[in-house]
């Protein structure tokens, strides 16, 4: 099982829009729609932003959304701010031996 | 407010053992899955194992079956992941997590601990 791939780096600047993409194959997030997204800060631990492909959990900024077309999920961030700037990680139930398979990680720079 | 607190890490030599535990509180323990998952230094996230509410039904990723046994006290709201044989590609940061198997996502993760191999 490989990892869901995700483009290393994403930046903009405050109050712009950007959008952070998670590839998978049928096996994962196109034939389920069970894709989270992660928030990481240096040092801490990852934090979810969004479950089941759209939704937010409470607490959550409505400045996060999720959105999946086919085998390939994404995150917006919208009206980006400099406390954005981290690590951002994707995660898809799998049909393969491992239950979840997480993304290859983006880190997202505020300008 | 939803706690998970690991410990248990440390340095240890290739092919030897570490226990870790995660001690839990904010919740209905016994009602949920539980995961671990690690982190390799600068490295993206990987799933571990997971286990059932009553300990039933566990789960490994290929790279550890056979070394390692993820384990639960539901008295004790503790999680316990028994790691033997380590290899150095076994150094990461090990994070407790509540897993929401139903809806396929693990919503809470503890701060971490950290396991070295080597020698």
């Known amino acids: 099982q490989s990892a869901l791939t995700q483009p290393a780096s994403v930046s903009g600047s405050p109050g712009q829009s950007i959008t952070i993409s998670c590839t998978g194959t049928s096996s994962d997030v196109g034939g389920y729609n069970y894709v989270s997204w992660y928030q990481q800060h240096p040092g801490k631990a990852p934090k979810l932003m969004i479950y089941?492909?759209?939704n937010r959990p409470s607490g959550v900024s409505n400045r996060f959304s999720g959105s999946k077309s086919g085998n390939t999920a994404s995150l917006t961030i919208s009206g980006l701010q400099a406390e954005d700037e981290a690590d951002y990680y994707c995660s898809s139930y799998t049909s393969s031996s491992i239950f979840y398979v997480f993304g290859t990680g983006t880190k997202v720079t505020v300008l | 407010e939803v706690q998970l607190v690991e410990s248990g890490g440390g340095l240890v030599q290739p092919g030897g053992s570490l226990r870790l535990s995660c001690a839990a509180s904010g919740f209905t323990f016994s009602s949920y899955w539980m995961s671990w998952v690690r982190q390799a230094p600068g490295k993206g996230l990987e799933w571990v194992a997971n286990i059932k509410q009553d300990g039933s039904e566990k789960y490994y990723v290929d790279s550890v079956k056979g070394r390692f046994t993820i384990s639960r006290d539901n008295a004790k709201n503790s999680l316990y992941l028994q790691m033997n044989s380590l290899r150095a590609e076994d150094t990461a940061v090990y994070y407790c997590?509540?897993?929401?198997?139903?809806?396929?996502?693990?919503?809470?993760w503890g701060q971490g601990t950290l396991v070295t191999v080597s020698s």
């Open positions: 089941e492909v759209s």
């Open positions: 997590a509540r897993d929401q198997r139903d809806i396929a996502v693990v919503d809470y």
